[in-house]
């Protein structure tokens, strides 16, 4: 999965959740953007463009308190 369909995939949960998700590109350095899900939860995201690494997908998810299942 790439860092776009995470984004996406984040958003149509915050919709059907009716949770606050923004996604920030100017809140990181260089291809690096920060993900808000809700008030409490944010990840940073490296290159949207890229493959996202099993364990940093895994991490990513911990960081806004979700499942794989739930996306």
């Given amino acids: 999965m790439k860092g776009n369909e ?5 958003r149509k949960y915050g919709k059907r959740h009716n949770m606050y998700v923004q996604w ?5 350095k260089g291809s690096h953007g920060t993900l808000y899900l ?3 939860h944010h ?3 490296r290159n949207p463009k ?16 979700l499942k794989k299942e739930d996306i």
Wanted: net charge positive; aromatic share 6%.
């Fill in 38 to 40: 809700g008030n409490n």
């Fill in 6 to 10: 995470f984004i996406r995939r984040i």
């Fill in 50 to 65: 890229e493959e996202l690494k099993t364990g940093t997908f895994n991490a990513m998810l911990k960081q806004l308190g």
């Fill in 43 to 45: 990840t940073i995201i």
């Fill in 24 to 28: 920030m590109s100017e809140r990181g």
